[in-house]
């Protein structure tokens, strides 16, 4: 796994959601994709995507389940998942979860890959 985004543009303000309790920086890569680099501390949280989403977990842990699941997935770092467009999905972070996300580029059932 590359830890860099060489010649990237990053946009200053800060998204911040859930009272500040998850908060995420966007990244414009060099090949113009957009990602996200954020970090989500310990609670139970909901998120809407508009655009397919990719979220690779860089550290720490918890489960996340998408709005048509009746289980919850696993996830650690390490671990890749994948949220179709126009859905929602709920995450648990047991411990502090770096990760980043991929716009756009996705596919899969949601299952960690």
């Known amino acids: 796994m590359d830890d860099r985004f060489s010649g990237a543009h990053i946009v200053k303000k800060a998204n911040v959601y859930h009272n500040g309790q998850c908060t995420s920086r966007t990244v414009i890569t060099a090949e113009g994709e957009m990602k ?43 671990d890749t998942f994948h949220v179709p467009e126009n859905a929602s999905f709920d995450i648990e972070v047991t411990e502090l979860l770096d990760y980043t996300c991929s716009y756009g580029q996705c596919g899969g059932s949601g299952i960690p890959v």
Do not use: C, N
């Open 36 to 78: 996200t680099l954020g970090i989500i501390l310990p609670g139970v949280y909901r998120f809407s995507t508009a655009a397919p989403e990719q979220m690779q977990i860089l550290a720490g842990r918890g489960r996340y389940k998408l709005a048509d699941d009746t289980e919850w997935h696993e996830i650690q770092t390490g």
